[in-house]
Nanobody
Framework: VQLQASGGGLVQAGGSLRLSCAAS????????IGWYRQAPGKQRELVAR???????NYGDSVKGRFTISRDNAKNTVYLLMSSLKPEDTAVYYC?????????????????WGQGTQVTVSS
């Protein structure tokens, strides 16, 4: 399973960015898929995730500002980030929990994307 994230960059406080993450490989299904972030010197934390049924949950610091969505036909998850703050600056990682083919077997497989930098200037 490979996760390709895109959409990071530099934005001023109050601005918006949209991240995308596309999953590829021998995937039968994707259960949870979402975003985590890690700022320098801090632990990786949940930003948002969405289940296969469409249920979402968000980290407390982004509630009301970020919106996660998924396109199951494209195996892609999106994160629309609005009202960005300097404290949102971090590397954002895509994470997916999948059922993927390993040899002749379908196996529960978790995968991380390579990370995309989001920098919010004050």
């Amino acid at each position: 399973v490979q996760l390709q994230a895109s959409g990071g960059g530099l934005v001023q406080a109050g601005g918006s960015l949209r991240l995308s993450c596309a999953a590829s490989g021998s995937i039968f299904s994707i259960n949870n898929i979402g975003w985590y972030r890690q700022a320098p010197g801090k632990q990786r934390e949940l930003v948002a995730r969405v289940t296969s049924g469409g249920s979402t949950n968000y980290g407390d610091s982004v509630k009301g500002r970020f919106t996660i969505s998924r396109d199951n036909a494209k195996n892609t998850v999106y994160l629309l980030m609005s009202s960005l703050k300097p404290e949102d600056t971090a590397v954002y990682y895509c994470r997916a929990d999948t059922l993927a083919l390993h040899g002749d077997n379908w196996v529960a497989t978790g995968a991380w994307g390579q990370g995309t930098q989001v920098t919010v200037s004050s």
